[in-house]
């Protein structure tokens, strides 16, 4: 084994700097962000890093720190990436189940196989090349599967199961996540250790199929397994970040439980048989030598930790992800630690364009920040808030028309105005209680509206920062605001299943908007003839009960208000988007979604008012989450973008209609190219 030749992965040249062009799909010209970060592990040889994401694996070179390929992008969802020992595949686990491997000469997957089965619970969380790279083993919540490895064929060997695991079991105060139901090979690759239970550890013999120990004295469930390069120990980690060591031979411990002070930890054995530990906290990790209690070092984080970090096979290097969108690499016997720019966001719950039709912000999730993109460079031109000035961000925010101010919802209950050219603080707003929910600026500028849970919904005066009118009329969170072109009325949305209509002078309500739960005239709906005839027969109104708008825009000219209704509860039922004429308040169009098509709450028209589009969110059985555009005249979907591998958070049209603008569940926005589609 020591004298295998390591394969060297086909990779993009080093001048192949844009990945903002990696991998699209049909119809966008740009991605931005490089996906929501799930996993990083080196390679054996430590030459490569691989990071699993919600759109596929990247591989980095660690010495470079450039991106150097994107793969598996066809569907995302990747929970790990995971090299075999002589680089030759890489092994992913996904969201759905599935185990794949990748001939990393070419960046194509060559077999894969369900593992998972089809609850959904069934998620891929673990997979590990055995030392020979004979067998692979996958796992997940409470099974676990060790597959002969073959080139293009997998043989299933062995299944573990844990009986009925309950996800409140894995859940510890202040413990960060980690991944549970761990599993791992000896070094000669004949022993498999596994979870038996949420505390103990069973080690089965692979050719025999034989149990030769039963490990116990944990006190909280196991995410970690480490056999040690003599394949005598074997060392653990729980909740609660604490490491035990087990002879294997007699089940005896052979060192002291030690509970370490960092919310996690992380495991590796040097070659020399030395356990080291990285004890991780919030903004700092300790490197130990846990065999004799010694501190080696201790190095501050870029940002706060994320929970995905690795060592390397020989413990020399250490690699963390941070929330400010970098990847930080400790290495042995240096003094500082190197970081790179990962691309590697928040979720961009909201996306905006400014009037210039170049800039375009993501209203990312957390501490990373608003994100000003340069579309024609291709990079972030700035972050508000400024670094050192962010707090927790939460989804939503608003661009003023004017391009000067952007409102966003800080903390859990207060509004930041933030003066866009200069990075100034204008003004914090604290008049809600609770979770703010939802942001709109009116048209002339001259008020803000905010609307957040319960029924808190409140009209602000731009010119003096104050609290103009409360109003009320929903009686549950208000998730939507959207205001006419003559900046008069605006319209609201809430989880209680209503939409109104206000005059934002006055504050007083104007009009709910109907929503009867069929329509007597049967050429108002558009859809596929069965599901229209499904719809008119009152099929499944037991759950019109569940249903409310999360998105609700106005067209330009103000003539229409359209609204995706939809429903926690129930998938592809009651999936709808409406159009209300905004004068009558009649509901003109009802577009009933395609099959797979669930919760189409994300709207945007496009500038010229003739087309719509609606994002929905990912369901079961599908590669892709869809948008579908929509003919206004004729209410047919002329056109669905498939890129996404989760649910769509929001979609803009820049000003001029040449771009739309989608953000996901993913972590990244995708910029699609509508001329082609619309023409100009």
Request: proline content about 4%; hydrophobic content about 35%.
């Amino acid at each position: 084994m020591e004298n295998r030749i390591t394969s060297t992965p086909a990779l993009r040249p080093l001048t192949d700097t844009d990945v903002t062009t990696w991998e699209l799909p049909d119809g966008a010209i740009a991605r931005f962000g490089h996906g929501l970060r799930l996993d990083v592990q080196f390679s054996h040889d430590a030459r490569y890093l691989s990071v699993a994401t919600k759109i596929g694996f990247w591989l980095y070179d660690t010495e470079t720190l450039a991106p150097r390929a994107l793969w598996g992008t066809e569907r995302g969802m990747m929970n790990v990436a995971t090299f075999s020992h002589d680089s030759r595949w890489i092994a992913t686990g996904d969201q759905d189940g599935i185990l794949k491997v990748w001939d990393t000469q070419n960046g194509q997957c060559v077999t894969k196989t369900d593992w998972g089965g089809t609850e959904r619970r069934n998620v891929i969380l673990h997979v590990h090349f055995s030392p020979d790279d004979q067998y692979i083993a996958a796992s997940g919540f409470g099974h676990s599967t060790v597959y002969a490895w073959r080139e293009e064929h997998f043989e299933p060997i062995k299944n573990y199961k844990l009986e009925k695991p309950k996800l409140n079991d894995y859940r510890k105060e202040d413990t960060a996540y980690d991944r549970h139901f761990p599993t791992a090979f000896s070094p000669n690759s004949n022993l498999f250790a596994y979870v038996s239970s949420p505390e103990a550890v069973m080690i089965s013999n692979i050719n025999t199929g034989e149990d030769i120990a039963h490990l116990t004295g944990h006190t909280d469930p196991l995410h970690t397994l480490l056999f040690s390069p003599c394949g005598q120990y074997l060392a653990s980690a729980s909740l609660g970040a604490t490491v035990q060591v087990w002879d294997i031979q007699d089940e005896s411990l052979i060192m002291i439980p030690k509970s370490y002070e960092g919310n996690r930890v992380r495991l590796t054995y040097t070659p020399d048989e030395t356990l080291r530990v990285a004890d991780i906290f919030d903004d700092k990790v300790i490197i130990w030598d846990a065999s004799q209690h010694k501190k080696l070092d201790t190095f501050n984080t870029v940002s706060t930790t994320a929970g995905n970090a690795r060592f390397s096979k020989d413990g020399t290097k250490f690699a963390i992800g941070c929330r400010n969108r970098r990847i930080q690499i400790w290495q042995e016997d240096t003094s500082t630690t190197r970081s790179f720019f990962s691309g590697y966001g928040s979720i961009p719950y909201s996306v905006a364009f400014m009037q210039d039709n170049k800039t375009l912000i993501g209203g990312n999730y957390g501490g990373t920040g608003k994100i000003f993109w340069d579309i024609d460079k291709r990079e972030d031109q700035r972050i508000l808030p400024p670094s050192g000035k962010r707090r927790s961000l939460k989804q939503c925010m608003a661009l003023s028309p004017d391009d000067q101010l952007l409102a966003i919802n800080a903390g859990d209950n207060d509004v930041q105005i933030w003066h866009i050219a200069s990075e100034e603080l204008v003004t914090e707003l604290t008049a809600h209680e609770r979770y703010i929910y939802s942001l709109a600026f009116s048209p002339n500028g001259k008020f803000l509206v905010s609307g957040g849970w319960g029924d808190e919904l409140n009209i602000w005066d731009v010119a003096r920062w104050k609290k103009q009118h409360t109003l009320k009329g929903h009686n549950s969170s208000i998730v939507a605001i959207a205001f006419h072109p003559d900046g008069k009325r605006f319209v609201t949305s809430s989880r209680d299943g209503t939409a109104l209509l206000w005059n934002v002078e006055t504050g007083e309500q104007i009009s709910p908007l109907p929503l009867p739960d069929t329509l007597e005239d049967a050429s108002l709906y558009r859809g596929e003839p069965e599901e229209i005839e499904r719809v008119l027969n009152g099929g499944n109104l037991q759950w019109k009960k569940y249903q409310h708008m999360q998105s609700i825009v106005f067209s330009p000219c103000g003539n229409w208000i359209a609204g995706g209704l939809g429903t926690w509860n129930a998938d592809g039922l009651n999936n709808e988007i409406r159009l209300w004429d905004t004068e009558t308040l009649e509901t003109r169009m009802i577009f009933l979604q395609p099959n797979g098509c669930i919760r189409p709450w994300a709207l945007a028209f496009s500038p010229c008012g003739n087309y719509l589009v609606s994002g929905a969110w990912w369901k079961w059985g599908l590669d892709k989450a869809p948008i579908h555009l929509w003919e206004m005249s004729t209410g047919k979907n002329i056109h669905t973008f498939w890129g996404h591998a989760s649910d769509i958070q929001d979609l803009a049209f820049s000003p001029d209609g040449k771009y739309l603008a989608s953000g996901s569940y993913d972590g990244t926005i995708l910029l699609w190219d509508m001329k082609s589609i619309i023409g100009s």
